[in-house]
């Protein structure tokens, strides 16, 4: 379907798409969506069925769910806002996050901000009675909706309210998604993304005031937060999906068991430690880990560094260096044949001696250009090869793998 611009649906429209005729028009956009070619057409032809306004509601829609696939094994059914997608917990990390909540014991669980649904579904699929808050009503109208498409509508209790004015409810522990895009509004209008915890909304302050009476809570926030913004006594766990690191969770009081934590789905590999590790640094060796993301963000590198035996090639970067390989779902491991000073004709005239006409570029701590230096190698042969583009002791070095 043609990517445009998704804008704010209103209430009376999801009403619409909710009701029989609605979820008709829905299921046959989904049987043949519109191809670029055919897009105006279809449009016109929908406008004409339904009206302008429910016409775009349920093109929208059709889109939103075609997005959703990525996050969700039941999009096809489920209703969405572009900015309640975009914010939306994917189903397996929301799943990891519900168990934690379970092995805690918590059968009652508030929702803070429950936007369409995602975190509390998973909450109530783990066998919680869920508490889903939003001042939003269109997006408890979804979330609503969704629990339905779930079969879990008897354990979610919607509340229309706005956070700052809610005292903490009693329950046994509490989730909070604070809203982390501002703008938007009007039709098609973008959102931008907010990167400080005082300027979530509603800020994460609430967060510290709800744990003063329900000790039990779990705060979602950016996974490239700056650490000096988070409370000292929380547990922050990074959690990657797929080898893309997707979110930061703090941890308070029973459900806090680490201070620093990676999380690797969907395999469930866990890794946690203590702030301020160092790890030793020495050069490159026969072997170089990449660690996962989520490793890098929870501050853990140092923590992997005495798992395999390795030290770090530089003290500013998160790669890692030993002599023997040892498998571990945290790193990527890659055969080191050499390394040199970053020289372009030297390392032209090295990859041409081997016959390497393809090269996978990595860089970190490096200002080139990965493509520009492709370019700029001229390769021939058919041989593979990955170049590392890092430091080495604050020294511009390529580390070369050759796959044969």
């Known amino acids: 379907m043609v990517d445009g611009h998704i804008g704010s649906m209103q209430p009376d429209e999801l009403r619409c798409l909710l009701s029989p005729d609605g979820r008709a028009a829905l299921a046959e956009l989904a049987a043949a969506p519109p191809t670029p070619d055919s897009h105006m057409a279809v449009a016109a032809l929908w406008r004409e069925r339904l009206g302008p306004e429910r016409a775009q509601a349920a093109l929208e829609m059709a889109l939103l769910r075609q997005r959703a696939e990525r996050k969700f094994s039941r999009a096809a059914e489920m209703f969405f806002t572009r900015d309640g997608l975009e914010q939306a917990t994917a189903e397996p990390v929301a799943a990891h996050r519900a168990a934690r909540f379970a092995a805690a014991g918590a059968r009652t669980v508030a929702d803070l901000g429950c936007g369409i649904g995602s975190d509390a579904l998973a909450l109530a699929g783990a066998g919680a009675d869920v508490v889903a808050i939003d001042r939003d009503p269109l997006r408890l109208l979804m979330a609503g909706a969704n629990a339905a498409v779930y079969g879990l509508t008897e354990r979610l209790a919607l509340v229309q309210a706005d956070l700052l004015a809610l005292p903490p409810l009693p329950v046994d522990a509490f989730f909070f998604d604070p809203g982390r895009r501002a703008g938007g509004g009007p039709r098609g209008a973008p959102s931008r993304r907010l990167h400080t915890a005082a300027a979530y909304q509603p800020p994460l302050s609430l967060f510290d005031a709800w744990r003063q009476i329900v000790p039990q809570g779990a705060a979602k926030v950016s996974p490239g937060i700056d650490y000096a913004e988070l409370p000292a006594d929380v547990e922050v766990e990074i959690v990657s999906l797929a080898g893309e690191v ?77 002599d023997a390989a040892q498998p571990t779902p945290f790193a990527r491991v890659f055969a080191i044949d050499d390394h ?56 511009h070095t390529v580390l070369i793998e050759i796959r044969n």
């Open 340 to 395: 040199f000073p970053f020289q372009l004709k030297r390392l032209r005239a090295y990859l041409r001696q081997r016959g390497v006409g393809q090269v996978t570029i990595k860089k970190r701590g490096s200002p080139l250009e990965p493509e520009a230096l492709r370019q700029a190698l001229r390769l021939r042969g058919d041989n593979e090869a990955v170049l590392f583009l890092t430091q080495v002791m604050g020294r």
């Open 246 to 322: 997707k979110e930061a969770v703090l941890w308070s009081g029973e459900l806090r068991t680490a201070a620093r934590r990676a999380t690797l789905l969907p395999g469930g590999h866990t890794l946690s430690g203590d702030a301020g590790e160092t790890a030793p640094v020495a050069p490159p060796r026969a072997y170089l880990y990449e660690p996962d993301g989520a490793v890098i963000r929870a501050h853990l590198v140092a923590r992997l560094a005495g798992q395999l035996d390795a030290t770090l090639i530089d003290p500013q970067i998160a790669y890692l260096t030993a």
